[in-house]
């Protein structure tokens, strides 16, 4: 024990930026059930839960034993306080023992001001749900980023996107899934920056453009480039300056050469869809229009490609489960 304390305050040392912690006064109390918590301590997350649930909160420390160092780590920034994850078997009680409101259809929730996770039990999750260690290192990530900025605001892109990549959440047909129940246009990351929208669609389109983002970046310019995405933004730097240090592209630059390949197949969905052309629309593209719309749907599929192998390696990474 003494030998990993020595090792993380020197990786503490040579990491990224530092950060103020939530007043213990300010963090909200989590009432207990009646028959009260079951714990698993740990020395980065406590697990708590019904003690029916012993097998599942027993198995969720030992994840988080691992996860959260390796999280840690991939995302260059300082290891934290003590995470406090609560895994609640009653709908119910799952909303009411918050610190704030939550959506119906959430698994899990993160309160990265004051360190705390909730989880859904498996007792009341859908059997096609997500594992609960990959909803558990989602909220992780969340919690890590917020503890990492402090006081400053985590744009929700940056948020979300990281902690679906580093979840092993992130897919490069999550955006064209998302895009292509919506039918509409990709839209600019700058709009996510406080909030997603409030419409369903839209906020799913939001959630898809934001891991398919950061997994570009990654594709791009190797997983080392949110290293220093993070550190530059939590540094106190802008977006623009966190895209610079990762990229070498403004923020601007990226995105558009992000949306790129997603906005070239619009060729393809106007002629699939003429309506909005008509006859004349329909004879003016002729053939020229069909060859572009052709080699844009190949460069599209040779991008694909890479970016499949590339996220693949990157998924494989020993420190996601």
Known sequence: MLATLALLASLASALGPTWTAAPESDRPTVESPVGGWHTTPGLYANVHGDPGDHATINRLANHAAESVPALVSRLGIRPGGTIDVYLVDDERQFHALQPGSTPDWADGTAWPRWSL????????RPGTSAPLERVLDHEIVHVLLGQAFGPRPVPRWLQEGMAQFYAGEASERAMAMARGDLGGEVLPLAQFTSGFPLDPLAAQLAYAESADFIAWIAGRDGEESLRDLVRVMAEGGSADEGIRAATGLSLAAADAAWRAPYEETDW???????APWGVLGAAGLGMAAWRRVRRGEAKLRRWEAEERRQLEALLRHPAVD
Do not use: G, N, Q
């Open 117 to 124: 996770v909730f989880l859904k039990s498996p007792t009341i």
């Open 268 to 274: 393809a969905r106007w002629l699939i869809h003429p």
